[in-house]
């Protein structure tokens, strides 16, 4: 399948390459950043959007999907874009039902329970992902290769934990239950969101993602010991699974791993087969290049998305400091977190042009 595609969609030539060869351990002229969650409500232009369209009707139309994608390079200089989607996508594939309310975030009004969980509809659950395929194929033609284009997914815990929450959660406690007294069902279900995850992302690079990213937003909820059992092995089987689909084809899509507050397990992003480690805001990026030094990964992050509401001078005093700090030698600039809805769009400018304006030898 894969093979084919390629065959039919001769995409536009990549202009833009800083990211994908950062990522991959070579040289460029500037570093590379982009912004996680950059098209999103902090843009007036998204707000307005989602005055005429619910936030799954963006997602599911890959026209609508692909304006939004495009929204914040339209404003800033920045070396990558991420499609418009959702974490969320993936339990909603599997028959569970997924509200977006405003000022709240998603809800899941029949949250996962060890009874109802036989209910997950597996089969098939790919396949009703096709939309993002499309969405992606959609973007790849309208970006005419001006920077390369990020797929995602949410990471197995992750999904996890809002699929039982019914949303976001303050302690991932009714999540953390399974863990603690249904260790079988737990491991059933993640052995299930590995498959679809892992499936999803080839879909999305079968369809023209160029780089994809892993987001375990909730690792901070675990600790070492929850994390090495119910973690690190489904995302080292996604790593492995993904890399050996696609190595027989031309396509060396690298691939990202983003473990929000996992610390405690700093050292194991190194060895789990991504080709990037993203570093949360709240680390320190001396300490952290320090630990990654001659490590064969490309390290991302890590500016504290509150940095954003600093003064202008302030701000970029802080992204050079970070810079300096993790080292300029395979870093991709970003926040150490998502972009908050009330961040200042000025300041976003200031921070990808502070990043550019340094020349690299
Ligand atoms: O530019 C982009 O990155 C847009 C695509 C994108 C991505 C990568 C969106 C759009 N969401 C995500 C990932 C995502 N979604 C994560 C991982 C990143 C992270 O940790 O921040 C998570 C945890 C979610 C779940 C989610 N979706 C939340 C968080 C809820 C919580 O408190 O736990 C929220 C608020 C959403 C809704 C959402 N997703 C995306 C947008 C633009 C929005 C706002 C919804 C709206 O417009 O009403």
Redesign the pocket.
């Known amino acids: 399948l894969i093979n084919s595609l390629i065959m039919q969609q001769p995409f536009p030539p990549l202009k833009n390459d800083r990211l994908i060869r950062v990522a991959k351990g070579l040289k460029t002229d500037k570093l590379p950043v982009w912004?996680?969650?950059?098209?999103?409500?902090y843009l007036p232009e998204?707000?307005e959007l989602?005055r005429e369209y619910?936030?799954f009707e963006?997602?599911q139309t890959p026209k609508l999907a692909c304006e939004?994608?495009l929204m914040?390079l339209k404003r800033f200089n920045l070396d990558a874009?991420?499609?418009?989607?959702?974490?969320?996508v993936i339990p909603q594939a599997l028959g569970m039902t997924v509200e977006?309310?405003?000022g709240?975030?998603?809800v899941l009004p029949k949250p996962l329970t060890i009874e109802n969980m036989k209910m997950l509809q597996v089969q098939g659950a790919v396949s009703r992902l096709q939309y993002v395929g499309d969405a992606i194929t959609t973007t790849r033609y309208a970006l005419k290769g001006e920077v390369p284009l990020?797929g995602?997914s949410?990471a197995p815990w992750?999904l996890m934990g809002?699929m039982i929450e019914g949303?976001?959660?303050k302690t991932m406690s009714k999540a953390k239950k399974w863990l603690y007294c249904h260790p079988e069902a737990s491991k059933q279900l993640l052995d299930i969101l590995t498959e679809v995850i892992t499936e999803f992302l080839l879909l999305q690079i079968e369809h023209g993602a160029q780089i994809v990213?892993v987001?375990d937003?909730?690792a901070e909820y675990l600790n070492r010991q929850l994390y090495f059992k119910y973690c690190l092995p489904y995302l080292r089987k996604i790593a492995y699974n993904v890399k050996r689909r696609i190595r027989d084809t031309k396509m060396d899509v690298p691939l990202v791993i983003?473990a929000?507050g996992a610390h405690f397990c700093l050292e194991e992003m190194e060895s789990l087969g991504y080709d990037v480690v993203g570093i949360d805001w709240t680390l320190d990026p001396e300490k952290v290049g320090n630990l990654f030094r001659d490590k064969n990964v490309t390290l991302q992050g890590n500016l504290d998305p509150c940095a954003l509401y600093a003064p202008k001078e302030e701000l970029i005093k802080m992204t050079m400091q970070m810079i300096k700090q993790f080292g300029t030698d395979r870093l991709i600039v970003n926040l150490g977190?998502?972009?908050y809805?009330d961040a200042d769009v000025e300041a976003v400018k200031t921070f990808v042009d502070a990043v550019h304006a340094i020349e690299l030898k």
Request: with cysteine; charged share 10%; hydrophobic share 40%.
């Open positions: 912004i996680m969650r950059q098209a999103g409500r998204f707000q989602r619910s936030f963006i997602c939004a994608t914040p874009a991420i499609i418009f989607s959702d974490i969320l977006m309310q405003p709240v975030g998603p990020f995602f949410g992750t809002y949303g976001g959660s990213q987001f937003s909730s983003f929000k977190h998502g972009i809805p």
